[in-house]
């Protein structure tokens, strides 16, 4: 049974930085893609980082995340971190990790992700 746990969110003020964690079980995450997304009250899921199998190095970034958000996997922990700096208030909402086990699967697109984690709160407020 696959299990995904995400940790590591919390309160934090304008500018600062938080890292996420989401421990897998039941399966290799570097064998499978893997993202972070995000749901905001009131806002759609969307996906925010997200990377493909070890293999390939292929990374997606949402815009408002490129340059301040870095996925990243340890293969070795079975672990992928979301490392979020110069966080800013509209970053505020529950963060998912998730896992595709689908062979083409389109980086950052909810719909080719199968399993999910329970979620993560982070708020960006002074």
């Known amino acids: 049974q696959v299990q995904l746990v995400e940790s590591g969110g919390g309160l934090v003020q304008p500018g600062g930085s938080l890292r996420l964690t989401c421990a897998s079980s039941g399966f290799s995450l570097n064998h499978y893609a893997i993202g972070w997304f995000r749901q905001a009250p009131g806002k759609e899921r969307e996906g925010v980082a997200c990377?493909?199998?070890?293999?390939?190095?292929?990374?997606y970034y949402e815009d408002s995340a490129k340059g301040r958000f870095t996925i990243s996997r340890d293969n070795a922990e079975n672990t992928v971190y979301l490392q979020m700096n110069s966080l800013k208030p509209e970053d505020t909402a529950v963060y998912y990790c998730a896992l595709s086990t689908m062979l083409q699967v389109k980086l950052c697109a909810s719909d080719d992700y199968d399993y999910w984690g329970q979620g993560t709160q982070v708020t960006v407020s002074a």
């Open positions: 990377l493909r199998t070890s293999h390939d190095s292929s990374a």
